[in-house]
């Protein structure tokens, strides 16, 4: 790019800058110097491919989404919670939003990510253990008590019960009077991650798409604000995969939710906004940034050049980020802290839009008071004492993190051409009923291609790892310690005996008519191909189970088996 280029595309970026709102701030250095929003090089420089990086605000968005970077508004605090009883989780939220936190996200127990009540034998033992229980919509109900839903954004990770799930908090917004065509949260609602990743599916993957694909029309009609998929890369990483395949699986995820929203005759430039993403924050510092600086460039592109996206809002690609659950370590569980302060610090350098930070104990259970408040202040600190809200992408223009990005970027292209020539063999004729992204999916999932590449890769990982080629402190380098054994949040068995109680007076006081009526008007639209958003909100607000409404869907769809891998 010549100097010409460079001078324009830098008043572009003041005009926007200068018309956009900025925060009442001190961005100024700990010493008082003023720094700059941006920096780029100079007027009568010449940069090379310059035009991969940009400014922020621009196309192709390498930089940020907005031309005021941090400064116009900073990463929203979302921190990730959810144990026991909705009361407890209840408690745990009101400490959050009061400690500072801007938005919630909730996290469920296993029985209600499986879809299953918490009276069924398969919950047994496991109720409240890994987040909260959530049976019907009086739970979401005590879960939000006092937390006005139509002014919190809220984010539920749960994918295979997503849409009962989100009728719920729907009605549970509802009975607060909110207006719920102004919802402003996020629903992960990604069965593909499940299918690649994180195994918590309740059908195959073809009815799955055919609820999403209702969702998609129904919060696009009815909820417009509210983001109804968050594609996760998350749980891909965590399962071992290299941060070049977790970004490229989960950007082929996201295209192929693209492709359901078009075959479903929906505007692209309308729902691809209520697409967000959701992240991994590793360790190797440099190669997150990359990352998701790359991330977002590959998602403006495709969107652009591949599906018709002709609005800035629908080239965007929004995320929030977790710092990375594997990175955290039982022994000296005190470094958890430093590991996940590095992690935060890399997703916000990469341009996250919201963040949660995971608390040192979480390797050993859930996290208690004390390491929920550390974490929220370890964001806390990192906005506001350490100056990284002032300048928008610091590091771009570096060398390294520039040839990382490229890099990474590289690699993911590879992946995509491999998963648009799988869907191609699937389909030879061409005839795809979604789109060729999502046949290569479909396929890939189908025959055990990702996961198997998943586990090639955490196996080099954990074969580096015994041989001490990569070092993690306190497990195989410098391992001696004077810290002791922590005191941990254990969830009492009393919690499940109360919610089974609670659950069986809950049905002994409703309308079992009603009940009937509702699940029999959802079993006929899913036979009819209706869109079943509208049955279930009824079933939800006759306060019929999570259980009974799932129990409905897998007698009509079955249930589906993954294929076996060595």
Known sequence: MDAHDITAGRRRWQARYDAARTRDADFTTLSGDPVEPVYGPRPADRYEGFDRIGWPGEFPFTRGLYPT?????????RQFAGFGNAEQTNERYRMILDAGGGGLSVAFDMPTLMGRDSDDPRSLGEVGHCGVAIDSAADMDVLFRGIPLGEVTTSMTISGPAVPLFCMYLVAAERQGADTSA???????????????????????????????????????????????????YHIREAGSTAAQELAYTLADGFGYVELGLSRGLDVNTFAPGLSFFFDAHLDFFEEIAKFRAARRIWARWMRDEYGATSERAQWLRFHTQTAGVSLTAQQPYNNVVRTAVEALSAILGGTNSLHTNALDETLALPSERAAEIALRTQQVLMEETGVTNVADPLGGSWYVEQLTDRIEAEAEKVFAEIV????????????????????????????????????????????????????????????????????????????????RALAERRGARDDSAVRAALDALLAAARSGENMVPPMLVAARAEATLGEICGVLREEWGTWTEPAGF
């Open 421 to 500: 020539e799988r869907g191609r063999r699937a389909v030879p004729e061409g005839n795809f009923p979604v789109g060729p992204v999502t046949s290569g999916l479909l396929s890939g999932i189908e025959d055990g291609w990702f996961t198997g590449q998943i586990a090639e890769s955490a196996f080099r990982y954990q074969q580096s790892l015994e041989k001490g080629d990569k070092r993690v402190v306190g497990v195989n380098a410098h391992t001696g310690s004077v810290t002791g054994d922590l005191e941990i949040l254990r969830v009492s068995h009393e919690v499940e005996r109360e919610q089974v």
């Open 69 to 77: 970077g941090y400064r116009g508004r900073t990463w929203t605090i």
């Open 183 to 233: 919802l402003d949260g996020t629903l992960q609602t990604d069965i593909f991650k499940e299918y690649i990743a994180q195994k918590e599916w309740l059908f195959g993957p073809e009815p799955h798409l055919r609820l999403i694909g209702d969702l998609m029309e129904f919060c696009a009609g009815n909820v417009p604000t509210y983001k109804p998929l968050s594609v996760s890369g």
